[in-house]
């Protein structure tokens, strides 16, 4: 037995071998362009669909999944094949949907305020428990089209490079989303940034910035500390020479940390060189960190500062609050029962 999106094209044509050639490639359009199980394809023969079945095993067994009040979040916590657990994020619009994937069970950059971060790094995970995630949320998501993959789940992808950049192949060449929909999330990690800006899909790079000074991220974002704001700015400004494409930064504001005007102002002194486009996310609360979100009125306030500084920002809504599906709060637990959500257990 093998995981479905573990297999290479060579691989499912050395398990049908026995059958028409043909065989091979219908089952693998039934798996990538449909994200149909094998029991689903009924474009097979029914004994053919039983061994697949036994065959190809999910990655991912769905424990539960949570549904925010407004029906437009899901989050599903995943139990692996070894018994750890992640979770991904489905976010639907009008027109389309993203989906928020983990690239790692736990994490062990450590920033101050994020769920995952508090409980530390149990492994990585591997190509095709990525690549599901994608796949499931795609299912979920028609019939709005899946518009968008963001690396923002779970863990730090740099810190699971191979794994990560073959999954985001897959995904572009094998699922067919665009490299300019895919967008790989970093805390600062430079040698990954530096490898991103060597590869041909124009992906697009967001750095978890918080802080523009180095005393105070050296407090939120530990890393810093190995990577300082002037090499992790030098490393951006490397990579925009490199692809021609917009940079993010990702700003959570935290009430009296940085949500100043200096923090604005120094903010812009980063941003503005690079052309760099800045999502300010008002902070969501986490069991482990004492800090609370800057209220509605501060984080207008920021926004107008950094507007005053000729600085590109939006103010990120903040999706799945009440499952615990927001930036930062994911953390791979069986969730109590939400009181304003509904839970489907599996």
């Known amino acids: 037995m093998r995981a479905a999106f573990e297999m290479s094209r060579e691989d499912l044509a050395e398990l049908l071998a026995d059958e028409p050639r043909y065989r091979t490639d219908q089952v693998w359009r039934g798996l990538w362009e449909r994200g149909a199980r094998p029991a689903d394809m009924t474009d097979l023969p029914k004994p053919l669909r039983d061994r697949l079945e036994a065959a190809l095993v999910p990655a991912l067994q769905e424990v539960t999944r949570s549904v925010s009040s407004d029906g437009q979040t899901t989050k599903w916590l995943w139990q692996l094949a070894d018994g750890r657990r992640i979770e991904t994020v489905l976010m639907l619009y009008p027109d389309r949907a993203t989906v928020c994937v983990s690239s790692q069970a736990g994490c062990a950059m450590g920033c101050s305020f994020c769920a995952t971060g508090q409980g530390g790094f149990d492994r990585q995970l591997s190509v095709g428990e990525i690549v599901e995630q994608v796949v499931n949320a795609r299912r979920e998501a028609l019939p709005r089209r899946l518009g968008n993959v963001v690396f923002m789940g779970m863990g730090e992808p740099m810190a699971n490079y191979e794994r990560m950049w073959s999954a985001v192949q897959h995904i572009h060449s094998d699922l067919g989303i665009s490299a300019r929909h895919i967008t790989v999330s970093t805390v600062g990690v430079v ?44 490393a951006c400004a490397d990579y925009l020479v490199a692809k ?70 939006t103010v990120r809504a903040n999706r799945g609050n009440d499952i615990d599906a927001a930036c930062g709060q994911l953390v791979a637990r069986r969730p109590p029962a939400p009181k304003t959500s509904r839970q489907v257990p599996h």
Do not use: C
Request: no cysteine; charged share 25%; glycine share 8%.
């Open 191 to 234: 040698p990954g940034i530096r490898r991103l800006a060597k590869e041909v899909l124009p992906v697009n790079l967001a750095v978890s910035l918080h802080a523009a000074r180095d005393e105070l991220r050296d407090e939120i974002v530990p890393l810093n500390r190995r990577y300082p704001l002037s090499v992790l700015m030098g």
């Open 244 to 313: 021609g494409r917009r940079l993010s930064f990702e700003w959570a504001l935290i009430d009296g940390v940085n949500d100043s005007p200096r923090d604005a102002a120094e903010l812009a002194e980063l941003a503005l060189p690079l052309g760099a486009h800045v999502n300010v996310i008002p902070l969501n609360p986490t069991q482990g960190y004492a800090g609370r979100g800057t209220p509605a009125a501060g984080v207008a306030a920021f926004r107008e500062w950094l507007d005053e500084h000729g600085v590109n920002a």
